[in-house]
T-cell receptor, first 110, second 114 residues
Framework: ELKVEQNPLFLSMQEGKNYTIYCNYS?????LYWYRQDPGKSLESLFV?????AVKQEGRLMASLDTKARLSTLHITAAVHDLSATYFC??????????FGTGTSLTVIP | NAGVTQTPKFQVLKTGQSMTLQCAQD?????MSWYRQDPGMGLRLIHY???????DQGEVPNGYNVSRSTTEDFPLRLLSAAPSQTSVYFC?????????????FGQGTRLTVV
């Protein structure tokens, strides 16, 4: 069974600071995803990572993938309040079964 | 462009009642799936389908049935609701797995079983 572990579960950080969220998964997977969820809302796709060494950046968020270590990171640079949300990583099994981490609830404080 | 549409958005059921959560997508995706989201547990896969007429169980299938008679629709049925099924349910669709495939999620159905 494919397991996805994400840490930390909760993250409170000051505006302007940097931090990294970690995502480990247990077996080989085709793709690694990062999603954002605001309270009471659906999931918004942030990144899809396909191959070892893949790095993608969008604004203050950068995601990377190390398939040998089965590890993905989501790095936050110079956090701002608008980044406050819950972030999920997920891996898929053949493109139709997604296994999610438990999520990281991020709060950015002034 | 509607994407993935779920109905209803909110529902309260009494224990033992049945209901169907509807999910429709207009992207001609082969793959569809249902998840439940509970606090502290992320999203867990209930059932999934790789095409019309084909369904299979995910991590937590007990108490739920699905069918897939068309590409567009993938309803989730609760035959006899239990308080443990109180959760937020998300339907997702995705294409058949090449390249930057991603899953598109509906807006969710918040279900309370009393």
């Amino acid at each position: 069974e494919l397991k996805v572990e994400q840490n930390p579960l909760f993250l409170s950080m000051q505006e302007g600071k940097n931090y990294t969220i970690y995502c480990n998964y247990s077996t080989t997977s085709d793709r690694l995803y990062w999603y954002r969820q605001d309270p009471g809302k659906s999931l918004e796709s942030l990144f899809v990572l396909l191959s070892n060494g893949a790095v993608k950046q969008e604004g203050r968020l950068m995601a990377s993938l190390d398939t040998k270590a089965r590890l993905s990171t989501l790095h936050i640079t110079a956090a701002v309040h608008d980044l406050s949300a819950t972030y999920f990583c997920a891996v898929d099994n053949a493109g139709n079964q997604f296994y999610f981490g438990t999520g990281t609830s991020l709060t950015v404080i002034p | 462009n509607a994407g993935v549409t779920q109905t209803p958005k909110f529902q309260v059921l009494k224990t033992g009642q049945s209901m169907t959560l509807q999910c429709a997508q207009d992207m001609n995706h082969e793959y569809m799936s249902w998840y439940r989201q509970d606090p502290g547990m992320g999203l867990r896969l209930i059932h999934y389908s790789v095409g019309a007429g084909i369904t299979d169980q995910g991590e937590v299938p007990n108490g739920y049935n699905v069918s897939r008679s068309t590409t567009e629709d993938f309803p989730l049925r609760l035959l006899s609701a239990a308080p443990s099924q109180t959760s937020v349910y998300f339907c997702a669709s995705s294409s058949d797995g090449e390249g930057d495939t991603e899953a598109f999620f509906g807006q969710g159905t918040r279900l309370t079983v009393v």
